[in-house]
């Protein structure tokens, strides 16, 4: 059975996905065809990862109808996509890294000639202009000669549908060409190629058509040539004016400094990051997921150490050791994932305000009721002093994160602070924050809502691929600007005729 | 007491058989990412199993079927509860231990002490009268050959045979194999019957061969540790683990040479030192290995190794 | 080697009644005594009878019962810090022979309740060591602490059979009975009628109530429960998880140094080759049961003690073999798992 160029290779109808409550793709249709390179952009949750796990079969769609070459299709297991044909290269590599290219090549292939595989593959690794040691162990290799080594293997099992999430994060401007060069020899072999990305540049050398998501649903759809504007007004939304709910202040003395800094940390790492940020300043950090941020908040918070770089802060002069003792603690940090790396899943409320706060070493179950129903009221969380903080919903749960940060803070680091919260609880949120950190504070938040950025921050830091594209005050830089850094496109770039 | 190099060898030899199975066995069952803590309890029903099976039925094939199918069974367990029903393999393993010891000693009691069928030397013509090698290597009982088969055999399937990559994937990284298309869980617990089956070989391989009979204590108690602890620090490579079990029976074997030359000291003593000697020549070793900032030496590299990724973790599927 | 998982089961999922556990223990049990011949009421009755029977037996009962809650109060905190202390047979074995080590001092100095105390201390002192080294060895040498422990175990074991056959062994030939008694105003003394030494027994249950304390009472236990569930987080609110795991294992081996401590004062009055009882493992059983909950330690072990004892007489009444009660007890946590994973699995 073999699907022409130009005819359907999958088809969408109304898929829908709903975890809970929360819908997570509102009825997403589409076409991809076959010898065709076809591009799915949207912000971060816009349902881009969920669509692809459905493709893959990772998990199943609430309702809708999937066709392949034609037919209608149940895609349960990966196993039944792999059957099909249908493969995917993660964002994350999901290979083996201990074992060798060859063995990593060779697990479920076809037969098990190892000297016939390995011929396969080094014929195939020269085909597309790859240089793979078939004994090298796939942890040596770079994360682009990872995505490599699985495409030829996803090649090798003759895929016909081949998905790729944010193939460029993390890999080099050679390993990125030569990549695209490989994909461009597969469209024109008839496959059907899905690149799921962030950045316009690369949808537009290398998609002939380009699908927009937003919010779970299918908000724009443009082939070559593309209108940019249109895409990034599609992807972002409409560009919010004066929204601004902070007023620039003088800033005060430094807080925090990083001087070339590097780490191998994360997906992306950090690549010479030098930085300063002072007493007073609100500062967002906008960027894909991975591009650096997180890297950059855990460094900053002395969980992490950089691998070259100085970073001092104001209560202990080198973050290379952790915060000792609770009256130094000026420094805090809210990781996203809130019950996984903030919180202890099991203690209550009471006992984690316990915790952080002065306790004394003996506790009846009344110590701390009387402030913890002060808290719970102030911080207007839903729950009892004796709840555990994973009977907590995601926004009760970031309340009680919230609650935690001492009085004396001086430098609040914060991840993805608002997710889950409404619009009432965000604006509670940004008071209590503002409220904590004083005159001689300061906050750095990271954040995938660029509105939520450009109407909370004085200062933006845009990353890409560990760098810090762009970094300047929110009220002299524009959404456009912004949005095109996180595509990957510096200010002086833009000034550029598009090539 | 004058000895040999000749018997030397084939006491080493002869004495780490049973251990080899069973630390091959568990190597088998870590390299797809399930720990089976349960060894030490398995070895004594899988030894006492087939001394009774062969006492009864009068053959040492059923004897060494009986105790590989005990071995399985009690795998079969910790598949279930661990594998399957998401539960800490430590715990169900530990609890095994205990469990599977204690109903040796209950189900064996009237079989204790009693005559039964052993399983004698089967020279390999020929070749056992080769000086030195002959007596160590062809002038043994087959559960012997059985070890040496075994060692290459492991290599082989775990390195060289498709089943073997399956298997060394899933203990890598089980949620990439679940992606190609592979039934992780399911690969797990084949590992697991298949180096419990082993465990329960090497439990016969004492009552039938090396230990013949059956009592309380049998003799191989603790034997279980030892085979955990090798896997673990010969890096679960097979031959690095059967170079472990080696020099494990030749620490057994000198400590009863060594008796002759301290009279001073009791025999007792002899008898427990191999245990906490193997143990903590292997802690220092990978001590050594995992000490940061230091460098290391070629023999410290000899013994590194680096556990199945996913060791010991329950995979749970989407 | 890391196999961290949550170790406790903390969210029940659905609600498949406890009940389930003892009454799947006892269908297993059941099933293979039936198939061995045997009538499960007649071992039952020798079982209730050798435990309970009277107050002689019952006294034997929680002459078993001390050391084994002390064990098991120790293996509290090493698994509320997420630790699998699975040395604790060694710590037991250390506490024994520093206890022993003191009482064989030269005497006359002090009068003899005070070297008890001493002698308890240093018990305690030895087995606290053994569970620091079997910690640091984790922390620093990466050595996960199953077979550090492991290791120390065996290293014990060695140690109190030279001390038997050598150094200490009895006038005259040295044999697997042990040491020489120990004179008796070493001896925690049993009133007559007894078979447990009130000391003993008031040790342990104030252990029980202190340790409940520090554990549901404290900032320690608090923090401990921080560090265990959850390092990373316990990071943010300042503790560090490696220190909180120290503490945790030299508590354990406290606890179970003062176990070993009084097998030697209390029960055997002297070093003997199996001084732990097999307590140690036994503790580790009895927390498990408990799904590592303090208030119901206290019953497991009791009623795992009236196993062990009532088991005793098995073989002189009906000619089977002690060992029954250990498969009781094996099949016990065995269901617990089971039942507790198909709750885990339905949820």
């Known amino acids: 059975m073999e699907t022409l160029p130009g005819n359907d290779m999958i088809g969408l109808e109304e898929i829908h996905k709903r975890f809970g409550r929360v819908e997570a793709l509102a009825g997403v249709s589409m076409r991809i065809r076959a010898g065709s390179v076809h591009g799915i952009v949207g912000e971060n949750g816009a349902g881009k990862s969920t669509l692809m796990k459905i493709l893959t079969g990772f998990i199943s769609r609430t309702s809708g109808t999937i066709r392949f070459a034609g037919r209608e299709v149940d895609l349960r297991t990966p196993r039944d996509a792999d059957r099909l044909g249908i493969g995917m290269l993660y964002q994350e590599p999901l290979d083996f890294p201990r074992l060798s290219v060859l063995d990593n090549f060779m697990v479920a292939a076809a037969g098990h000639d190892p000297g016939r595989l390995r011929q396969q593959l080094l014929e195939l690794s020269d085909r597309f202009g790859f240089s793979l040691d078939p004994d090298s162990a796939v942890e040596r290799l770079t994360v682009g000669e990872r995505q490599q080594l699985e495409l030829l293997r996803l090649i090798h099992r003759r895929c016909r549908v081949l998905i790729l999430d944010e193939p460029t994060t993390g890999i080099s401007q050679e390993q990125q060409e030569i990549l695209f060069a490989a994909l461009r020899a597969l469209r024109d072999r008839g496959r059907a190629i899905i690149l799921v990305s962030h950045k316009l540049a690369e949808v537009r050398s290398l998609c002939d058509r380009v699908t927009v998501l937003r919010q779970g649903r299918v908000v724009a759809d443009q082939e070559q040539p593309l209108d940019e504007d249109r895409l990034l007004q599609a992807m972002f939304g409409s560009l919010p004016g004066g929204q601004r709910t902070v007023a620039s202040r003088e800033t005060g003395r430094p807080i925090l400094a990083m001087d070339r800094v590097f780490s191998g940390a994360g997906r992306s790492g950090l690549h010479d990051v030098s930085v300063s940020v002072a007493e007073n300043e609100v500062v967002g950090l906008a960027g894909l997921d991975g591009s650096g941020q997180a890297v950059f908040l855990r460094i900053a918070g002395g969980l992490l150490q950089p691998d070259s770089g100085s970073v001092r802060l104001p209560d202990r002069g080198r973050a290379d050791r952790p915060a000792k003792g609770r009256d130094c603690r000026q420094t805090v940090f809210l990781p996203a994932d809130r019950l996984g790396e903030g919180l202890v899943p099991g203690l209550s409320i009471r006992e984690h305000l316990l915790l952080a706060g002065d306790a004394p070493f003996f506790l009846a179950p009344t110590t701390g009721r009387t402030q913890a129903e002060k808290t719970i009221a102030t911080c207007n969380i839903i729950g009892s002093p004796s709840t555990p903080a994973d009977g907590l919903s995601g926004g009760n749960q970031q309340r009680l994160l919230l609650s935690l940060i001492p009085d004396r803070a001086r430098l609040i680091l914060l991840e993805n602070p608002t997710r889950g919260l409404d619009v009432r609880s965000a604006s509670w949120m940004w008071q209590f924050l503002h409220r904590r950190m004083g005159d001689d504070g300061a906050i750095i938040f990271a954040s995938p809502d660029l509105e939520e950025i450009m109407a909370r921050a004085t200062r933006i830091m845009v990353f890409f691929n560990g760098r810090i594209l762009l970094d300047a005050p929110t009220d002299r830089t524009d959404l456009q600007t912004v949005s095109r850094a996180i595509t990957g496109r510096t200010p002086e770039d833009a000034r550029l005729p598009a090539a | ?318 | 080697m890391k196999a961290q998982q949550s170790i406790e089961n903390q969210s029940p999922g659905s609600r498949l009644p406890l009940l389930l556990i003892p009454a799947l223990a006892l269908t297993l049990v059941c099933l293979l005594l039936l198939v061995l011949g045997l009538s499960p009421l007649t071992i039952g009755r020798a079982l209730a009878s050798g435990s309970v029977g009277n107050w002689l037996k019952f006294s034997h009962v929680l002459s078993v019962w001390s050391p084994l809650l002390l064990c098991s109060c120790g293996l509290l905190f090493t698994f509320r810090a997420g630790l699998w202390n699975i040395g604790i047979e060694g710590q037991v074995i250390l506490g024994a022979i520093c206890c022993t080590a003191v009482l064989r001092l030269p005497g006359g100095l002090l009068p003899p309740p005070a070297v008890l105390t001493l002698a308890l201390l240093a018990g305690g002192a030895g087995g606290g060591l053994w569970g620091i080294l079997a910690g640091e060895l984790r922390n620093r040498g990466g050595v996960n602490e199953i077979f550090g422990g492991l290791g120390l175990n065996f290293v014990g074991q060695g140690l109190v059979i030279w001390l038997i056959f050598g150094p200490w062994k009895r006038a005259g030939i040295a044999s697997m009975s042990g040491t020489d008694l120990l004179p008796p105003h070493f001896w925690l003394q049993s009133p007559p009628g007894w078979r447990v030494a009130p000391v003993a027994l008031a040790l342990a249950v104030l252990t029980l109530a202190a340790s409940i304390l520090l554990l549901d009472r404290t900032r320690f236990g608090l923090r401990l429960r921080a560090a265990g569930t959850s390092p990373g987080a316990a990071r943010l609110f300042g503790i560090e998880p490696d220190r909180i795991s120290l503490q945790a294992m030299f508590l354990a081996g406290l606890l179970a140094g003062l176990a070993g401590g009084l097998q030697v004062t209390a029960v055997y009055h002297r070093l003997i080759p199996a001084i732990s009882s097999g307590y140690g493992y036994l503790a580790l059983l009895v927390v498990m049961l408990a799904n590592y909950r303090p208030l119901a330690v206290p019953l497991i072990a009791l009623f795992f003690a009236c196993l062990v004892t009532g088991s005793i007489q098995l073989p002189i009444s009906l000619q089977i073999d002690s060992s029954l009660a250990g498969v009781i007890q094996g099949a016990c946590v065995l269901s617990a798992l089971l039942v507790y994973g198909l709750r885990k699995e339905k949820s």
């Open chain 2, 1 to 318: 007491m004058d000895v040999s190099p000749a018997d030397l060898l084939a006491g080493v030899t002869a004495t780490a058989a049973p251990l080899l199975l069973a630390s091959l066995g568990e190597t088998v069952t870590e390299k797809a990412g399930v720990i089976n803590l349960s060894l030490d309890g398995t070895i004594l029903l899988g030894a006492m199993t087939g001394f009774a099976v062969a006492a009864t039925s009068g053959s040492l094939a059923a004897g060494f079927l009986a105790a590989a199918a005990a071995g399985t069974a009690v795998a079969a367990v910790l598949s279930l509860i661990g594998t399957w029903l998401g539960q800490s393999q430590v715990a169900v393993g530990f609890t095994l231990t205990l469990l599977c010891r204690d109903l040796a000693y209950f189900l064996g009691t009237p079989h204790a002490r009693q005559p039964g069928p052993q399983l004698l030397a089967s020279p390999v013509p020929l070749l056992s009268d080769l000086p030195l090698l002959g007596p160590a290597l062809f002038n043994q009982s087959l559960p012997v050959y059985l070890s040496f088969a075994a060692i290459p055999a492991t290599w082989y399937f775990i390195y060289r045979t498709r089943p073997g990559l399956i298997l060394r994937a899933v203990g890598e990284n089980p949620a990439a194999c679940w992606a190609r298309g592979i039934r992780p869980r399911l690969v797990q617990t084949a590992a697991t019957l298949a180096g419990g089956a082993l465990v329960g070989l090497a439990g016969a391989g004492y009552s039938l061969a090396l230990k013949p009979g059956w009592g309380r204590p049998q003799g191989c108690e603790g034997i279980g540790w030892i085979a955990l602890a090798l896997v673990i620090f010969g890096g679960w490579h097979p031959v690095r683990v059967a170079l472990g079990a080696y020099l494990f029976g030749f620490l057994q074997i000198s400590t009863i040479l060594l008796q002759d030359l301290f009279p001073s000291l009791p025999t007792q003593v002899f008898q427990v030192a191999p245990f906490p000697i193997m143990i903590f020549t292997l802690i220092l070793i990978h001590a050594g290995r995992n000490a940061r900032g230091r460098k290391q030496r070629l023999l410290l590299r000899l013994f590194r190794g680096r556990p199945p990724a996913a060791l010991g973790r329950t995979y749970r599927q989407a």
